[in-house]
């Protein structure tokens, strides 16, 4: 059975930082892409980062790029995710996801989600 649990959001200061986790299990988890996508309130899915921890392959939508940090750790079969300088924009439901063999940035393309964990930038 196919896992992905995310945890490590939070509320936090614009400027600030938090680093999300995603534990999987159920597949192996070197053999996969795996990606963070977000959901702000009211709009669509944006994809954030993509990795591929077998070979350490890593994407960033412009948005966040040289403020977050996508990493693996296939002893651990986790994801994470480490977000610096945190901006009120980055508020939103953050999703891991997963798929096999060729990389995407269309989530609808995914083939396993987790839950989310929710990031909330404020003052």
């Known amino acids: 059975q196919v896992q992905l649990v995310e945890s490590g959001g939070g509320l936090v200061q614009p400027g600030g930082s938090l680093r999300l986790s995603c534990a999987a299990s159920?597949?192996?988890?070197?053999?996969?892409?795996m990606y963070w996508v977000r959901q702000a309130p009211g709009k669509g899915f944006e994809w954030v980062s993509a990795?591929?921890?077998?070979?350490?392959?890593?994407y960033y939508a412009d948005s966040v790029k040289g403020r977050f940090t996508v990493s693996g750790d296939n002893a651990k079969n986790t994801l994470y995710l480490q977000m610096n300088s945190l901006k009120p924009e980055d508020t939103a439901i953050y999703y891991c996801?997963?798929?096999?063999?060729?990389?995407?940035?269309?989530?609808?393309?995914?083939?396993?989600w987790g839950q989310g964990t929710q990031v909330t930038v404020s003052s």
């Open positions: 990795i591929k921890t077998a070979g350490d392959s890593t």
């Open positions: 159920g597949f192996t988890f070197s053999s996969y892409w």
């Open positions: 996801a997963a798929k096999y063999y060729q990389p995407s940035r269309d989530p609808g393309e995914y083939d396993y």
